[in-house]
């Protein structure tokens, strides 16, 4: 039980960890002994996080698009010069796109599901011989792919392409943990709800009164992030397979809720 959440030792990858949500998850694995890959496309700020997380253990920092099978394989070939097995991969990069209906156009739904959902499936692809090599039956690799409540409720924001793309990413999760789970390797996700982001402007800039219609009243902080991440990577999250862990404050129940009086 000691151990329970342990990953010391253990080698990750974190994507999208130059900021926001991939950078809470990255620094929480680093404070508990993991080492950490963190990617993003900009590499001026992807360096400047990777300086700030290395006063937490050993980071990383591979610059690379995600959004295009190109800059997965680039990426996965640096990992590889570096690692012969990977033990958790959190495919955390992501994009929004907010427009009115009769004007949302191709580029912004491409862009969100192309990093949402596509990107997600072929770095795990990709990467799959690194999660076997580590993997064992006693102590299975890890995949963790972040969703969000927008994949599981309507928000009132015309973001079609990432509602979209959030839920079907949570149905990804769950056809992959099955194939994956084979090879000994987990597969789950995480449902974030509020929390301070460049994605999330709205909890980052209007907190309290984001937090005024949560049931929690406060948005989410970084160990709440941290704290999910390493459960299902942890020896503690072995038996979660194919599940998506909420992380809301209760918001989603809010909305739930609302909708059953509306209906």
């Not at 996080?49 to 006063?55: A, C, G, R, V």
Request: hydrophobic residues 45%.
């Amino acid at each position: 039980m000691k151990n329970l959440f342990d990953v010391s030792g253990k080698v990750a990858v974190v994507t999208g960890g130059s900021s926001g949500i991939g950078a809470m998850m990255a620094r929480g694995l680093l404070e508990n002994g993991a080492k950490v890959y963190i990617t993003a496309r900009k590499e001026e700020r992807l360096q400047a996080m990777q300086q700030e997380l290395s006063q937490y253990g050993e980071c990383v920092a591979i610059a690379a698009d995600m959004s295009k099978v190109e800059g997965i394989e680039a990426f996965v070939a640096a990992v590889s010069e570096q690692e012969n097995h990977l033990d958790i991969l959190i495919n955390n990069a992501g994009a929004n796109w907010a427009a009115p209906v009769d004007q949302f156009p191709e580029a912004g739904w491409d862009k969100v599901m192309d990093l949402n959902v596509k990107s997600i499936f072929f770095l795990t692809q990709a990467l799959a011989p690194k999660l076997r090599a580590a993997a064992s039956a006693d102590r299975p690799a890890k995949v963790i792919n972040i969703a969000s409540v927008d994949g599981q409720m309507v928000n009132p924001q015309e973001t079609y392409s990432y509602n979209a793309s959030k839920a079907a990413l949570i149905h990804l999760t769950k056809r992959l943990s099955l194939r994956l789970i084979e090879d000994h390797i987990c597969v789950t996700a995480i449902a974030p709800g509020a929390f301070a982001s460049d994605m999330n402007v709205s909890a980052r800039d209007h907190a309290e009164a984001i937090a005024a219609r949560i049931p929690a009243r406060r948005i989410g902080r970084g160990e709440d992030m941290a704290g999910a991440a390493i459960y299902l990577a942890s020896r503690a999250g072995d038996y979660v397979v194919g599940q998506t862990v909420t992380v809301d404050g209760g918001i989603s129940l809010v909305h739930a809720s609302a909708s059953m009086e509306d209906d």
